[in-house]
């Protein structure tokens, strides 16, 4: 019998009580068996402003498979999320001599103001989600974390009781595939 992975979700949300959005997708996540939901805005601001690198990094040691959910800001992460990858993702640890994250499944679950059309070559912002996410697809090739596609949610301005819900659910099975 093989052991189930340990997931861990690290949400970075500037005000994650104000999101009906975010907020529902973490409580969906903390309900899944296996799944561990990590706030990395509070840990930052535990910490003076930076993360404890070595806290961190023995939490993802800990877990088999990151999901990074966060609201899709001027076409990126929010900077905490950048802040961690800068600060926890060291050399000689996650790449260059280490190989920390190595195989592990990294995923991205977004959340977006617009439309999912809005995100084509011939929508209103030019590029596709993936083409948009080619940082973060490249950070996972460097540390050789295996890529999956993102989750995303799209036009949450307008996403009905009965959408949000149906949105946690798949939420949910997608960690849940993992979790095996």
């Keep these: 019998m093989t052991t189930p992975?340990?997931?861990?979700?690290?949400?970075s949300h500037p005000n994650l009580e104000d999101s009906r959005i975010n907020d529902a997708l973490a409580t969906a996540a903390g309900n899944v068996d296996?799944?561990?939901v990590r706030h990395i805005d509070s840990a930052l601001r535990d910490n003076n402003g930076h993360f404890d690198v070595?806290?961190?990094q023995a939490i993802v040691d800990a877990h088999d498979v990151l999901v990074f959910q966060f609201p899709w800001y001027w076409y990126s992460a929010p900077a905490v999320v950048k802040q961690y990858l800068d600060e926890i993702l060291t050399r000689g640890w996650a790449y260059v001599g280490g190989s920390a994250l190595e195989g592990k499944p990294?995923?991205?679950a977004i959340t977006t103001g617009g439309i999912a059309d809005a995100y084509r070559a011939d929508g209103q912002n030019k590029f596709t989600m993936n083409e948009l996410l080619a940082p973060y697809i490249?950070?996972?090739?460097?540390t050789k974390m295996v890529w999956n596609e993102p989750f995303v949610v799209h036009g949450v301005r307008n996403l009905s009781d009965q959408e949000l819900s149906d949105a946690a659910l798949a939420?949910?099975?997608?960690l849940t595939s993992f979790v095996g």
């Design 171 to 174: 939420y949910q099975e997608l």
């Design 34 to 36: 296996g799944v561990t």
């Design 54 to 56: 070595q806290v961190e």
């Design 106 to 108: 990294v995923i991205f």
């Design 138 to 142: 490249a950070t996972a090739n460097m």
């Design 5 to 11: 992975n340990r997931v861990l979700v690290l949400v």
